[in-house]
């Protein structure tokens, strides 16, 4: 951060001097300036979510904590509302704090807006406090580093549990959300050697 700093304290002092086009030099040296157009901006499907997940073994890569199978929170949500809320809007004091700990999300290592495109090597699983913490800065500018992928036969994010809840309680995909994680996580794993 203090070569962020130290770039804009000099932009400054080459606006003082009415030098504008050193002030740009110096801000866009420090790879400030946003990505160009022709840059891929747009959020990864359900079925890229559920490929990174299972790449990453529901590992957060930015910690390398245990996340949850999304459908698998919301079940606790629609079973025990007043125990386990969601708010759809995420809104932190009507959402259960392990939707921002343990809910799995994607981020771009590299964020689009800094260069980054949404190419799967790019993007890692991480839970909504940390993509939060996250925004626009590097790995490196945080501090961070990008722990190891999980295995699915250590931790399966629940999924395991998932498919075994709904398979005895099927009215569960009546609800839309469940019902297309379901479905693309049916889609895309092998049930059979799931742990549990």
């Known amino acids: 951060m203090s070569e962020i700093l130290n770039a804009i304290r000099q932009a400054c002092a080459a606006i003082d001097d009415a030098d504008m086009e050193r002030a740009r030099r110096i801000v866009r040296s420090c790879r400030m300036e946003p990505a160009a157009s022709g840059a891929k901006v747009g959020a990864p499907s359900i079925k890229d979510r559920m490929r990174v997940f299972l790449r990453d073994g529901f ?18 949500s629609l079973k025990m509302p007043d125990a386990f809320p969601f708010h759809e809007h995420w809104k ?64 399966d994010g629940m999924l395991s549990w998932f498919f075994s809840h709904v398979g005895r309680h099927p009215e569960l995909l009546e609800e839309p959300y469940i019902r297309s994680w379901h479905r693309i996580a049916r889609e895309m794993t092998d049930q059979d050697s799931l742990p549990g």
Not at 59 to 76: E, H, T, W
Not at 141 to 152: D, F, I, N
């Open 59 to 76: 590992i957060d890569r930015y910690s390398g904590d245990r996340l949850v199978f999304p459908a698998a929170l919301r079940i606790l």
């Open 92 to 155: 932190m004091s009507e959402c259960h704090i392990a939707y921002w700990h343990l809910l799995p999300t994607i981020d771009h290592v590299v964020p689009v807006s800094r260069g980054g495109t949404d190419d799967l090597d790019n993007l890692v699983s991480t839970s909504q406090l940390r993509n939060s913490a996250k925004g626009i800065l590097l790995l490196e500018e945080l501090g961070w580093k990008l722990h190891s992928p999980g295995k699915l036969e250590n931790w």
